[in-house]
């Protein structure tokens, strides 16, 4: 068990829909950060908070945005869903923002019909 | 950019084998660090071990053992008798300093231990 929940592990929607993914990290750290994992792209940085705000960006789409609430959990918004945002999304924490391990958690699969 | 590169995509193995999965990385800093990341069938990413760039000491952890070598800028990893409980896919990764520490995954060998 790395500590991270995510949650839920299990999402069906349709296509044009919204949903939230939610992440609470390890206590005590203070870094989050959210991956996409597919079969295409493989694994793919997304996005990283650190302790309430935006540290760093990758190829993170206009349609899908993120925040790190004060309590530190931190909320993916995925919106007008297509069929190719199916995937794993992971979320990891860490303590800190340079070189430390990130903790994953189990990933939330996103199933767009 | 950095960039990280697993050639093997799949290996199979007989139970107490030994086996090593390859890691070859690109980087313009001097400063980095690499991970190694299992991920089950369950689907979870379990970490293995990190390294920094200013560490090139070998590493061992019971069967597992990790080599870094920065002139050939390869980390590679051995699985000593392995088990079928080793079945799984592996990822190495780097992360640079600086403002994004994001970690750059490989494509991950996967590989199966028959018994």
């Known amino acids: 068990d790395s500590g991270v929940t995510q949650t839920p592990k299990h999402l069906i929607t349709a296509t044009g829909q919204r949903v939230t993914l939610r992440c609470s990290p390890r206590s005590g750290d203070l870094s989050v950060y959210w991956y996409q994992q597919s079969l295409d792209q493989g694994l793919q940085f997304l996005i990283q908070y650190y302790n309430g705000e935006e540290r760093a960006k990758g190829n993170i789409l206009e349609r899908f945005s993120a925040q790190q609430f004060p309590d530190l959990h931190s909320e993916l918004n995925l919106s007008s869903l297509e069929l190719g945002d199916s995937a794993l999304y992971f979320c990891?924490?860490?303590?800190?923002?340079?070189?430390?391990?990130?903790?994953f958690g189990d990933g939330t699969r996103l199933s767009i019909l | 950019a950095q960039k990280v590169t697993q050639a093997q995509t799949e290996i199979s193995v007989v139970e107490k084998e030994d086996v090593t999965l390859d890691c070859v990385y690109e980087?313009?800093?001097?400063?980095?660090?690499l991970f190694w990341y299992k991920q089950p069938p369950s689907g979870e990413l379990v970490f293995l071990i990190r390294?920094?760039?200013?560490?090139?000491q070998n590493e061992i952890s019971g069967r597992y053992s990790w080599n870094f070598q920065k002139s050939t800028s390869s980390f590679n990893f051995t699985i000593t008798a392995s088990q079928v409980v080793d079945s799984a896919v592996y990822f190495c990764a780097l992360s640079e300093t600086g403002a994004n520490s994001k970690l750059t995954f490989g494509k991950g060998i996967t590989l199966s231990v028959r018994p």
């Open positions: 980087t313009r800093d001097t400063t980095y660090y």
């Open positions: 990891a924490s860490s303590v800190g923002y340079q070189g430390q391990p990130q903790h």
């Open positions: 390294r920094n760039s200013f560490d090139e």
